[in-house]
């Protein structure tokens, strides 16, 4: 498949027998191409793919990657492939680093609402949150977009959004791909992908070796549920009959689905700024499997953590959830982040000055838990008061 990025596209469509592949189209007298077609027998767009469509949004979107730009950017939009020059961007021996991840069911929400601005910074979010956990700062984005059906004023909000995240976390969103399936997806239905590169000095990647008992566990409030375990939260939706237009059960200032669709938040600056400083150990992005399943990810072999569960605050919209779907503490603890979306490890005498910097950086951190010694055989991440904080 073609750059959604350039004037000109291909798009793949199922017909009856084979695969085919469109021709590249240089945005030249298209409509007129269309119409002969359709006057003269079958068409591509009569298959349920609009070409014109496609160019209609390569337009929309073209400033909006514009103004994501940034030093080390050689080339995005037009080409084939966005070039980048880690020698201009202020590397000497980088070592590369790169992440792809998606927005899973989070999307059904954004479409039953017709709330699709905030999903582009969640698909920005997942990627960039876990180069940044390696030490990496992130340098460009791409993604891709496939939906039954394009709608190019609509779909405009989805870029919109991808390119606040690459703003909010000084990356240049350089590239993507959108195609337009019928027959694969169901009518309204869409999904994305993002793949990010980020860059590091060698010998300068995180996890650093040095991890050690007694190390100090901080933790970053999240927004929200973020992007993780939204099967689980529309089951619960449906459990209650709740709408996602009505006032939320735990927030009547906003929607039940405004307050669902708050957006994964980028850590990325704050963290890059404590990491700089030289003191940060480790960091873990909370996503799925939850403080339990994350933690164990950044820690050497014989070591562990103790988290304190009553040392920071729940937010009511996973107690919501809890209750009204009758969900297990163990559940809630491997599903959500449960008000942390990221955990950084410092030595006790530095933890202070990198909560300071973070806080300073517009955090919210709080001291959480601490690095222990443990036995091969036991949990690496035991939860204390893991039932009473619920309570």
Not at 257 to 274: E, F, H, M, N
Not at 288 to 309: Q, S, T
């Amino acid at each position: 498949m073609g750059s959604f990025w350039s004037a000109s596209h291909q798009f793949w469509s199922w017909l009856p027998g084979s695969v085919k592949l469109a021709p590249r189209y240089t945005g030249k007298r298209i409509s007129a191409i269309s119409s002969e077609k359709e006057a003269n027998g079958l068409s591509y767009r009569g298959a349920g793919v609009d070409i014109d469509a496609g160019e209609r949004f390569v337009d929309n979107i073209k400033p909006l990657a514009a103004a994501t730009n940034r030093t080390g950017v050689v080339s995005g939009i037009g080409g084939f492939g966005g070039l980048f020059d880690t020698k201009a961007a202020g590397f000497t021996d980088p070592i590369l680093v790169a992440a792809t991840d998606g927005v899973g069911t989070k999307l059904k929400i954004a479409a039953a609402t017709g709330r699709h601005d905030g999903i582009g910074i969640d698909l920005v979010a997942m990627c960039v949150n876990d180069l940044v956990v390696q030490g990496a700062e992130p340098l460009f984005f791409l993604d891709y977009f496939a939906t039954s059906k394009l709608d190019a004023d609509a779909d405009t909000d989805i870029v919109a959004g991808i390119a606040e995240g690459c703003r909010l976390a000084g990356c240049a969103l350089i590239g993507g791909e959108t195609a337009e399936l019928p027959g694969i997806y169901a009518p309204g239905d869409y999904d994305l992908a993002g793949f990010a590169v980020g860059a590091a000095e060698r010998g300068t990647l995180l996890p650093r070796a040095d991890i050690a008992p007694s190390d100090v566990v901080l933790g970053l409030a999240s927004d929200g549920v973020h992007s993780n375990g939204f099967s689980l939260v529309r089951r619960v939706v449906e459990h209650t009959s709740a709408g996602y237009g009505d006032a939320a059960p735990f927030d009547s200032a906003q929607s039940l689905g405004d307050a669902l669709l708050a957006p994964t938040r980028i850590y990325v600056k704050s963290c890059l700024g404590a990491i700089r400083q030289g003191n940060v150990k480790a960091l873990a992005h909370i996503t799925g499997g939850g403080l339990v399943d994350n933690l164990p990810r950044i820690l050497p072999d014989g070591l562990g953590i103790d988290l304190y569960a009553k040392a920071w605050d729940i937010p009511p919209v996973f107690r919501w959830i809890k209750t009204a779907g009758g969900v297990t503490e163990a559940e809630m603890a491997r599903t959500f982040n449960c008000g942390i979306g990221m955990v950084v490890i410092a030595a006790p005498d530095h933890a202070a000055d990198v909560a300071k910097i973070l806080t300073d950086a517009g955090e919210n951190v709080t001291p959480i838990g601490e690095v222990v010694a443990r036995a091969p055989d036991d949990a690496s991440v035991v939860i204390h008061d893991q039932v009473a904080v619920w309570e």
